[in-house]
């Protein structure tokens, strides 16, 4: 099975590095660089796996995507990574509480960011 | 007998200033300088001591030849023609005159308030304003307590206590009002949940709203509201001083039994969220009368009380507000009484993206071997 991800990043560039990085893998790769269009497209596309930067422009932010996935019957099965450029403890945990999956904080390293796909999808 | 000591608690404000500040007393003669002018304006210190001009001055000041606010050239020393340029204002106590060197634009706090209109005589009418009422009260207080305890043993200080209580928060306005225009706090790296904000200001300022008979509302909670990133010691002050600044304005001149309702509302705007605090006047209409204040013996309670409103609170407010990238706005009318708007930015603050991107590029330089391997190997 061929899983979709979405990569919703506003900074293009980390956006690119990490598209990049998950090409190695068998994936079909989508991007967003706001809030709602993530959210548009999460519902559109429904991957298996959503990559969220935590802040992003548009009035919604990885958090309050991340807990709109958990809490809808029909999206609550994708995973969710966070990207974060926060590392504080309190971020970790509101991340956790709004049901995320695993939590990746920036400068994150490529090969982290493998495994952690892997592991969630179980390939 | 022995007088007790009272330190004279606006000048250790004024000690805190980075703003070199001279005053001069009736006579002339400088009755202080503040330790910025001691470091900055030393000569000055030493030559103004006794000046002839600066007496002279003072002498068309008291008479009332020369109003204050005044911008002069004072001469420090006339062999070598040196002079000081500033400007005279009235000072803290209200017959003595301060002296504000113009120099001071350039260092420290001052160039950030210069910039902002926020000018040094505003500040020392601002101190004046605020800091006063505080000090006097602590010092009728212990007055009061000297006299009682001549007569009594008194057990009870609470009132002291809480005159103490209210200056300290004055002066940590204070400081607060310093920071924030000395940029020292500018930070924005906190998770901000408005809702849990908006309600401890709500809870703090609880015992002052049951005293003056305020009712809070909080309205537009809802989970939907996205999280602000800033400072949320800075936020929660900003909204604490307006709230309170609010609920103080709220009872004047209105009669104690009426109890007023203050709501607080929280909404997204676009990518603002928008929190207003509004003041909707006496609950059950409309029996607010502003020409019966005097009248009522009750009434001159909530007067004094009043008159300790808090001036450093609003301009320290909407400068932590603007810092945040939002604004705040105040309107007030007779009708829709007063309506305080902050507009913050949501989502993500202006991030150092170079930085970041800089940095998980070395992350990505660091791995880039073993992720080649790894495709290697994916591609055997």
Same mark, same amino acid.
């Given at each position: 099975m061929t899983h979709h991800i979405l990569v919703t990043e506003d900074q293009e560039d980390i956006r690119q590095l990490i598209m990049m990085t998950l090409e190695f893998g068998d994936y079909i790769l989508h991007e967003a660089d706001n809030g709602p269009d993530a959210w548009r497209q999460v519902q559109n596309i429904r991957p298996s796996l959503v990559l969220l930067d935590i802040m992003m422009p548009g009035g919604l932010d /990885? &958090?309050? !995507?991340? #807990?709109? %996935?958990k809490t809808d019957a029909l999206l609550s099965q994708i995973k969710v990574i966070l990207l974060t450029a926060r590392g504080q403890q309190s971020d970790r945990a509101h991340g956790l509480k709004m049901g995320c999956d695993a939590y990746l904080v920036k400068p994150f390293s490529p090969l982290e960011l493998i495994d952690t796909v892997e592991n969630l999808l179980n390939v | 007998m022995v007088e007790p000591y009272k330190p004279n608690l606006t000048f250790l404000i004024f000690d805190s200033l980075? *703003? @070199?500040? *001279? !005053?001069?007393? =009736? $006579? /002339?003669? !400088?009755? &202080?300088?503040? @330790? $910025?002018?001691v470091k900055i304006e030393s000569e000055a210190v030493v030559k103004l001591k006794k000046s002839a001009q600066v007496q002279e001055i003072i002498k068309n000041v008291l008479m009332g030849k020369l109003d204050l606010p005044a911008k002069m050239d004072l001469t420090i020393d006339i062999s070598k023609s040196k002079i000081i340029s500033g400007t005279f204002v009235r000072g803290p106590t209200g017959v003595d005159v301060v002296f504000l060197p113009e120099e001071s634009k350039n260092i420290g706090i001052n160039q950030e308030l210069s910039t902002e209109n926020f000018q040094v005589d505003s500040t020392i009418k601002l101190i004046q304003q605020d800091l006063l009422p505080s000090v006097n009260h602590l010092s009728d207080q212990i007055v009061s307590f000297e006299e009682k305890s001549s007569r009594v043993e008194v057990t009870d200080f609470s009132g002291i206590q809480s005159a103490i209580q209210e200056l300290r928060n004055r002066l940590n306005s204070l400081v607060d009002l310093t920071r924030v225009f000395g940029d020292e706090l500018k930070v924005f790296n906190d998770?901000? *949940?408005m809702p849990q904000i908006v309600d401890s200001v709500c809870i703090a300022l609880k015992p002052l709203a049951d005293k003056f008979q305020i009712q809070l509302t909080i309205d537009g909670v809802t989970r939907e509201l996205p999280q602000i990133y800033g400072?949320?010691?800075? !936020? &929660?002050?900003? %909204? &604490? #001083? =307006?709230l309170h600044h609010t609920m103080l304005k709220s009872r004047e001149g209105v009669l104690y039994k009426e109890w007023m309702q203050i709501k607080i509302s929280l909404m997204t705007t676009g990518s603002f969220l928008n929190i207003s605090i509004h003041n909707m006047g006496a609950v059950s209409r409309p029996n607010i009368s502003r020409d019966t204040v005097g009248q009522n013996q009750s009434l001159s309670l909530i007067s004094e009380k009043v008159q300790q409103t808090t001036r450093i609170g609003i301009p320290m407010a909407r400068r932590i507000i603007e810092l945040h990238g939002g604004t705040m706005k105040i309107s007030a009318d007779d009708l829709r009484g007063s309506f305080v708007l902050f507009e913050l930015p949501t989502g993500a603050p202006v991030k150092p993206a170079a930085e970041l991107s800089m940095l998980q590029a070395k992350a990505y330089a660091a791995d880039m071997s073993k992720l080649f391997e790894r495709m290697r190997k994916l591609k055997k």
């Open positions: /990885g &958090y309050q !995507i991340c #807990e709109k %996935i | 980075s *703003i @070199p500040l *001279i !005053i001069f007393n =009736v $006579a /002339g003669d !400088i009755s &202080y300088a503040n @330790p $910025a002018a998770l901000m *949940i400072n949320l010691r800075l !936020i &929660y002050r900003a %909204i &604490y #001083e =307006v």
